[in-house]
């Protein structure tokens, strides 16, 4: 939190991605909201949603039995991200299909906060960020571009894909920390 208060000097600003940015934005909203990021959760998004696989666990005690356990590179098990500090940048977990859920939600118009979709900055290459979602052209296609968002957290890998102008989505979690991004990408590229 110290070095948040610091005032970085940038010649020439760029974007990028921050774990701690997001955290930071995250528990703000929640804030201006008057409860915390997890009540944040429930009320904007699982419960209007039916999201009901979907929590913010405290300690790895408040871990569902489903909940899968990551793993590294070379399967070795890993820590998973709990706790209110990390929920808004990793911390969540839900099912495969509330996820999927989720996806439809964003593309049919139904999931609140929308305008988070929607590019606000460039941010690397042809690529354009909004609140969190960047958007970039579909690999191997010469039209189309896709709104997207990755997650590396304790042993997982993840990757929701939108290609709103279809009407498709892709998502793709790994209990495993290898990247499904380009995969993921081209099987979206593809439908």
Known sequence: LA????????????????????ALLGHAVAAGAGCSYAELVERRLASPLGLT??????TTADLRPTALRGTSRDGRRRDPWVGEGIAPAGGLRASIHDVGRLALALLDGTAPGLTALDSRADFAGA????????????????RGEMTWHNGGTGGFRSFVGLDRERGNAVVVVSPRSVTVDGQAARLLAEL
């Open 127 to 142: 690529a354009r960020i909004g609140s969190a979602w960047i958007t970039s052209p579909l690999p191997g296609r010469e």
């Open 3 to 22: 070095q948040t208060r610091k005032t970085p000097v940038a010649r020439r600003p760029r974007p990028s991605y921050s774990n701690l940015g997001f």
């Open 53 to 58: 696989s979907l929590y913010a666990p405290l």
